[in-house]
């Protein structure tokens, strides 16, 4: 019996050490992010220039931007996933080109450079200052458009539900993190121990703008189901764009911006956003 005693005990030590780890480290889990400054030269799109985005809490944040093909063009606001920085988002610039509209990529605090430190709460007060640009460069809502990809869904869906925007398109998305959390630590009490939740299921009713979600059936990260629950949430007018053969991190190579080009056209056809 005192073996037994000893050995459960012992389990049951290592078990409090594995929450604790996992509660302290939670955020290093979540935001993996490259802290180096981006190449800029990778973007090789005359037009494009470095610009400054600045926060609400008193932050510089780096950005990139392309102006639209046309004066009155639509522009995308890019939020980005949670592993490295802007540099890995400069392939980009070129497909957003292609069908005419500017591009805002947005680096986050503690990324690229950036001041800050990373936490749900700081990445949006970050989406809502390269909001503000773009109203502040004379982009009318009705002209933006919102991409979220993978962990910046969460903070697209988040801010289309806040204010108005042409669209809202949505790349790899999730329902919350703790979902995905859930999935992934079967043996923690995740809600008890997480502090960035990202919850796009019980915001996106909210949104008012037409919403297209993205996703590959081969996505191991978040498995498609996750994204077709999201889907199902979210009112209408909406598509659901599946790539048979996508995994999380190559949509685009699978057709994701021609997909968003004609969801976009067809919303303006059926008179779902203004027409330019």
């Known amino acids: 019996m005192h073996i037994v005693l000893t050995v459960a005990g012992s389990l049951a030590a290592l078990y409090v050490l594995a929450l604790a780890g996992l509660y302290l480290l939670q955020r290093r889990i979540l935001f993996q992010a490259n802290i180096r400054p981006p190449d800029f030269a990778r973007v090789a799109v005359p037009d494009a220039r470095v610009m400054t985005v600045t926060t609400e809490d008193g932050l510089s944040l780096l950005a990139w931007y392309m102006p639209p093909a046309r ?10 996933g949670n592993a490295g920085n802007i540099g890995n988002r400069a392939y980009r610039f070129g497909p957003n080109r292609q069908l005419g509209w500017g591009l805002l990529l947005l680096e986050y605090r503690g990324y690229g450079g950036n001041p800050g430190s990373p936490s749900e709460a700081g990445l ?16 009318t809502p009705d002209r933006i458009l919102l991409w979220g990809a993978s962990l910046g869904t969460g903070l697209a869906v988040q801010l289309a539900a806040e204010r108005p925007v042409a669209a809202l398109l949505l790349e790899a998305p999730y329902t919350s993190i703790a979902a995905l959390a859930r999935m992934r630590f079967r043996f923690a009490p995740v809600d008890l121990l997480l502090r960035d939740r990202f919850d796009s299921l019980s915001v996106i ?8 979600v ?14 077709r629950a999201l889907y199902e949430a979210a009112p209408e007018p909406k598509q659901l764009w599946i790539a048979p053969e996508g995994g999380h991190n190559h949509l685009v190579e699978a057709g994701a911006i021609d997909a968003a080009g004609e969801f976009v056209e067809r919303m303006e056809q059926e008179g779902r956003m203004g027409p330019l």
Do not use: S, W
């Open 124 to 139: 949006l007060i970050d989406a809502r200052a390269g909001m503000a640009a773009l109203l502040a460069m004379g982009f």
């Open 71 to 80: 004066d009155d063009g639509r522009v995308v606001l890019y939020l980005h």
């Open 214 to 227: 993205m996703h590959g059936a081969n996505d191991r990260l978040i498995p498609v189901a996750v994204a």
């Open 205 to 212: 009713g909210r949104v008012r703008a037409p919403i297209l």
